[in-house]
């Protein structure tokens, strides 16, 4: 499962809602899913240089169906994407961008009749000091959250 969001601070707020739900504590990192990307169309696989210079700005794709096309319709797409970095031996991950894929073929004359539909592969530049993980997360609205992770050496 994920390596971050799995610390849940209880808040007052936060045993209130725990107790009115039956005393289940619910994580988000228990709704990730993982899976080996050249059979689940889910999964957004990270691309970028497995070694990269220090303070260097480099080029990082996020694409998803890589191998096995995910659908992109009104009823079943992408939503997606957020994409972070967490430096070696720190704490918090940073969060590199958010990316949203806002068309899907609906218009006024009902779902896949625009034609227009955003696809579901971004591409962002970064520059880091330290090594570390880049870690994307997506949301298929059918589907639920998946991530995927990539190490990143820095020389
Ligand atoms: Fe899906």
């Given at each position: 499962m994920g390596i971050f969001w799995k610390k849940l601070k209880l808040t007052?707020?936060?045993l209130n809602a725990i107790e009115a739900?039956?005393?289940?504590i619910m994580k988000i990192s228990e709704l990730i899913q993982e899976s080996d990307w050249k059979s689940e169309k889910h999964v957004?696989?990270?691309e970028c240089p497995d070694s990269v210079k220090a303070d260097k700005f480099f080029e990082v794709t996020v694409a998803i169906g890589?191998?096995?096309?995910?659908p992109n319709t009104t009823a079943h797409h992408i939503c997606w994407i957020s994409l972070y970095f967490l430096p070696?031996?720190?704490?918090?991950?940073?969060q590199i961008g958010k990316?949203?894929?806002?068309s899907h073929g609906a218009s006024v004359k009902g779902p896949d009749t625009s034609t227009v539909y955003t696809h579901h592969k971004v591409t962002a530049w970064m520059k880091t000091s330290k090594p570390g993980t880049i870690i994307a997360v997506s949301?298929?609205?059918?589907h639920g959250l998946w991530q995927y992770s990539k190490q990143i050496k820095v020389d």
């Open positions: 007052q707020s936060n739900c039956g005393g289940e957004p696989v990270v890589k191998e096995v096309a995910h070696e031996g720190e704490k918090f991950p940073c990316f949203a894929f806002n949301l298929c609205n059918i």
